[in-house]
Nanobody
Framework: QVQLVESGGGLVQPGGSLRLSCAASGFTLDDYVVGWFRQAPGKEREGISC????????YYRDSVKGRFTISRDNGKRTVHLQMNSLIVDDTAVYYCAAQFRSAVKPMCVHGMDINLWGKGTLVTVSS
C-alpha cells in the first residue's frame, strides 16, 4: 500500500515546540519532492515548507521562516518538520505531501499536482 503517515501532532502552549514526522510506505522517496502543508479551520490549505529530493533546496513560507525546519532521510523514508516558537496561528491540521520530480518552490506556493497526501496530524497551540 502506498501511503504517507504523519505523527507528532498534539497540544502545545505558545512558545513551545513540536516535531512532526512523516513516514512513507509502499514506495521510496527518491523521486519525490516532499513538503508540509497545513489547513486551519475556515482557511485554505497552504504550503509551509518543501524540500528537494537530495536536500539541495528548501522553501519556507514567510510566516514560519526562522521557526520551522524541514528535513528528510530518503534511506529511512521519512520527512520531519521541527516547529519552534509556536504561536496560536500555527494551529491547524498538518499534512505531509509528495510530488513526483517537481520543483521545490512551485510545489509549496501553488500546491498543485500533488501525487500523494497524508491523512494529517492535528497541531493545537493554546494556553
Amino acid at each position: 500500500q502506498v501511503q504517507l503517515v504523519e505523527s507528532g501532532g498534539g497540544l502545545v502552549q505558545p512558545g513551545g515546540s513540536l516535531r512532526l514526522s512523516c513516514a512513507a510506505s509502499g514506495f521510496t522517496l527518491d523521486d519525490y519532492v516532499v513538503g508540509w502543508f497545513r489547513q486551519a479551520p475556515g482557511k485554505e490549505r497552504e504550503g509551509i515548507s518543501c524540500i528537494s529530493i537530495t536536500d539541495e533546496s528548501t522553501y519556507y513560507r514567510d510566516s514560519v521562516k526562522g521557526r520551522f525546519t524541514i528535513s528528510r532521510d530518503n534511506g529511512k523514508r521519512t520527512v520531519h518538520l521541527q516547529m519552534n516558537s509556536l504561536i496560536v496561528d500555527d494551529t491547524a491540521v498538518y499534512y505531509c505531501a509528495a510530488q513526483f520530480r517537481s520543483a521545490v518552490k512551485p510545489m509549496c506556493v501553488h500546491g498543485m499536482d500533488i501525487n500523494l497526501w497524508g491523512k494529517g496530524t492535528l497541531v493545537t497551540v493554546s494556553s
